[in-house]
Every structure is written in structure tokens, then in C-alpha cells.
């Protein structure tokens, strides 16, 4: 039963046009980390383009280190609107296009529809965040930037961050069920966008899981992570997914 539902659920996700929508808005952040590199390490154009040089300059020194950390940094904050959708659109779809009620009825256990819809926006968002880290490692090879003897450990230090980003875009999928829609989940995800920036600009980053991401890239400076910061991220999603699956059989969809 799981395995047919899960290819329903990857049926639907890609008869829409999200998966390419998501993959364009992703790999802008490669292109864009590389563009700032490319500013940074030539005078002339960055003479040409005074203001955006003063914005590559914030990256630090032209190396694969400094391109890959952005990247990682672009996904702490950027992937939690482009995954967020993702799981938005997977759970609030069928009730803004009123499919609920046919898919309730189905002979399918309600816990099955919930774990295939969240595999899917699983995989798929690590496949973006998958696609962000090779484009990026392949610009930066083609930009000639040193330090390429550091790719394996960025590169998972990358894959973490993703995977932080993540599972605090789980909530959304509860949210999109509560709501009955997309409203709720994408007001939700502005809020807690803003409220991460600002506990992390007073120091508090470590303690607010939307926050984590970004004190590990060092966005907010260099900062020790306690191990409850990690945990504080596995909780918010294993909650979110129970509480999901809880919602779907429980509640009355109508």
C-alpha cells in the first residue's frame, strides 16, 4: 500500500509544474554565490559594480570554502521558503483543489497517505538541495577557486544544514492540514523567517530551531552549537510528522 501511495503522490507533485519552479528558484543560489565571486576576485568588474561589490565583499576571501559556506548559508535561510512551499503545496493542495474527500475515501490507511505525501517532499527537497551543492561545486571548479581539497567536508557540512532546513519546513505540512490551505503555512513560514533573524541577531540563535542553520554556517559569527540545538531541530520535525499524522486521523477533512 505505502509503495502505491507513494507513487500517487510523486504522480502528483511531478503533473505540476512545482518541481520546476523549485529546481529554478535553487539554483539561482549557486549562480548567484558564483557571480559574487567572480565581483570579488576581479577589480575591474568590481569597479563597474560598486554596490555589489560592497555586497561580495561580506563573503570574505575568493576559495571554494568561502562559495560552498554561502551556499550553505543561502539554504539555512532561502531553502526554508523554497521547502517550505514544497511541503505546502503537497498537504494544502488537496484541500484547495477539494480532493480530500476522494482521497479519504480511498482504501488506504489514512497514516500511509500522510508518510508517502511527507517521502516525497522529503526526497524532493533533498534532490534540490543535492542539485545547489553540485551546480555549485562545478562553478566553483570552473572559476578556478582554490581550496578544492576541502570539498567532502563543506559538502557534508552543507548536506546538514539542508537537512536542518528541512525538517523545520515540516510544520508547514500540520499548518497546511489545520488550515485547511496555503495561507496559514506560508504566514507561518514569514513569521518565523523574521522571528529567526531577529533571535539571532540578539543572541539566541542556538535556542530557536529556525535560527540553527544559520549560527552553524556562521551567519551570525563564530558560535559553539550545544546539542541541544540539534535536537530542538529532530524534535520540531518528529513533532510536526506526528502531529500531521494525528491531525489526518483524527479530525473530521469535511
Known amino acids: ?15 505540476s509544474r512545482i518541481p520546476l519552479f523549485t529546481l529554478l528558484a535553487s539554483l539561482l543560489v549557486p549562480f548567484l554565490g558564483a557571480f559574487f565571486m567572480l565581483v570579488l576576485g576581479d577589480p575591474l568588474i568590481a569597479e563597474r559594480l ?18 560552498l559556506n554561502f551556499l550553505a548559508q543561502a539554504i539555512a535561510i532561502g531553502g526554508l521558503i523554497i521547502f517550505g512551499f514544497v511541503f505546502t503545496w503537497i498537504f494544502g493542495r488537496e484541500y484547495v483543489e477539494q480532493t480530500i474527500d476522494d482521497l479519504l475515501a480511498l482504501p488506504v490507511s489514512r497514516s500511509v497517505i500522510v508518510l508517502a505525501k511527507f517521502t516525497i517532499a522529503f526526497l524532493w527537497c533533498f534532490c534540490l538541495a543535492l542539485a545547489v551543492l553540485i551546480i555549485g561545486i562545478f562553478l566553483g ?19 546538514l544544514v539542508a537537512s536542518f532546513t528541512i525538517l523545520l519546513s515540516t ?18 513560514m514569514i513569521f518565523t523567517l523574521v522571528l529567526a533573524q531577529v533571535i ?4 539566541y540563535g542556538a535556542y530557536f530551531p529556525w ?9 551570525a559569527g563564530e558560535a559553539a552549537l550545544p546539542h541541544f ?3 530542538s531541530v529532530l524534535f520540531t520535525g518528529l513533532l510536526a510528522l506526528g502531529g500531521t499524522i494525528f491531525w489526518w486521523r483524527t479530525v473530521d477533512h469535511g
Open 229 to 231: 540545538s540539534f535536537f
Open 211 to 219: 535560527s540553527v542553520g544559520a549560527v552553524f554556517t556562521g551567519l
Open 50 to 67: 560598486g554596490i555589489v561589490s560592497l555586497k561580495a565583499e561580506l563573503m570574505g576571501i575568493v576559495d571554494l570554502s568561502t562559495y
Open 171 to 188: 510544520p508547514l505540512a500540520f499548518l497546511a492540514c489545520w488550515g485547511k490551505g496555503y495561507l496559514l503555512p506560508l504566514g507561518f
Open 1 to 15: 500500500m505505502f509503495r502505491i501511495a507513494l507513487f500517487i503522490e510523486a504522480k502528483k507533485l511531478f503533473s
Open 200 to 203: 539571532t541577531a540578539i543572541g
Open 141 to 159: 571548479k570552473l572559476l578556478a577557486l582554490p581550496g578544492g581539497d576541502i570539498i567532502k567536508k563543506i559538502g557534508l557540512d552543507f548536506l
